[in-house]
């Protein structure tokens, strides 16, 4: 149980352009999806936190007009890079959390964004 | 602000050996959970362990086990039996028991498991 999926796993971009990233909760209603960006031997930074049918919080720093998001059910969440560059290039990790009873996150397999 | 710091950016352990990973926290806040995560060489990360602060008894779970310590606010991570399974990245996290349960992660310590 409390499987997470991503996709794609792995994408390339020409700069410029943008690009859709999903994450489905699979066995389990999400009330809080969560999304990590994580550069080569770095840990998680969280970018933002969705709620099912609510506006996503964004953390200090990071550009909500660059980075949208839409939790538009408790399955499914979604991070659109838009106009990406290749600073924009990392791993792109998603995250749900099951209830409000439980604190702990379940978190996908990942995507690795390429902006060439 | 809350914050995680683990010192050990790298170990290293003997296969069957016992190793003991560091963690130490931060904060103000009187509710809040621990957990352990782990960082195969795939990236995808799983729960290892957790620890609501409420609790005095550590957790355990199978090879793993926890050292809390909440007035010295410590989070050891023990893994008995090591197996070259085990050889992953390995990050502490804090949670606050108020908040939407927004994670907050050390730097990670890379274990590596020697046969």
Not at chain 1, 65 to 70: P, Q, S, T, V
Not at chain 1, 91 to 106: M, V
Not at chain 2, 30 to 57: G, T
Request: charged content about 15%.
């Amino acid at each position: 149980g409390a499987v997470v999926s991503q996709h794609p796993s792995w994408v390339i971009c020409k700069s410029g352009t943008s690009v859709k990233i999903e994450c489905r909760s699979l066995d389990f209603q999400a009330t809080t999806m969560f999304w990590y960006r994580q550069f080569p031997k770095q840990s998680l930074m969280l970018m933002a936190t969705s709620n099912e049918g609510s506006k996503a919080t964004y953390e200090q720093g990071v550009e909500k007009d660059k980075f949208l998001i839409n939790h538009a059910s408790l399955t499914l969440s979604t991070l659109t890079v838009t106009s990406a560059h290749p600073e924009d290039s990392s791993f792109y990790i998603c995250s749900a959390r099951p209830g409000h009873q439980t604190y702990e996150q379940y978190f996908g397999p990942g995507t690795r964004l390429t902006v060439t | 602000a809350q914050t995680v710091t683990q010192s050990q950016p790298e170990m290293s352990v003997q296969e069957a050996e016992t190793v003991t990973l560091s963690c130490t926290y931060d904060t103000s806040e009187s509710d809040y959970y621990l957990f352990w995560y782990k960082q195969p060489p795939s990236r995808q990360m799983i729960l290892v362990i957790r620890q609501e602060a409420y609790k005095q008894q550590n957790a355990t779970e199978n090879r793993f086990s926890v050292n809390f310590q909440k007035a010295a606010k410590s989070f050891s991570l023990k893994i008995s039996d090591s197996q070259l399974g085990d050889a992953a990245m390995y990050f502490c996290a804090y949670a606050s028991g108020g908040s939407q349960g927004n994670l907050i992660f050390g730097k990670g310590t890379k274990l590596s498991v020697k046969p």
